[in-house]
């Protein structure tokens, strides 16, 4: 039997964004809003569903950086999960949570969903909130066994212009 390393999860950096990136668009495809609107719509003003989702790491990165963090195993980037704080309704969100698909299964959607609960509870949040795809079976599970309650559905709309 072969010894693993431990995951670690860290803060994270700067350098770390382009491999977010890539692993934002390997993990979401069938369950990214902006896939499914493409494939109604199409492509338009030149980029595909795949620049966008990535576009959202970059935000999330840049809007609040110290609420990104990494699952990382001897230097590889496994997982990440980013957090928005509003810090006048102390209300903590999950925009984004990915891991690759070699270490899916080995717990570490929800580590990362526990680290950023910690990461609320330090910054004062009073309630976390998430939101997932219909289609996203593994995020239909994995939330509420996190502690999150469904509260509403949404539906997502959108016409070529």
Known sequence: MTHQSPVTIRHFRPEDLSILRQITVDSFGSVA??????????????????????????????????????????????????????????????????VVESARGLGLGRRLIHHALDYFRESGMKVAKIETMASNVIGQNLYPSCGFEEIGRQVHFATRL
């Open 33 to 98: 809003l902006d896939q499914m609107m493409e494939d109604r719509l199409g492509i338009w003003n030149g980029r595909d569903w795949r620049a966008r989702k990535a576009d959202h790491i970059d935000e999330d990165c840049t809007l609040n950086p110290g609420g990104c963090f990494v699952a990382e195993r001897e230097g590889e980037i496994l997982g990440y999960i980013t957090t928005r704080i509003d810090v006048a309704n102390a209300l903590g969100r999950i925009p984004n949570l990915a």
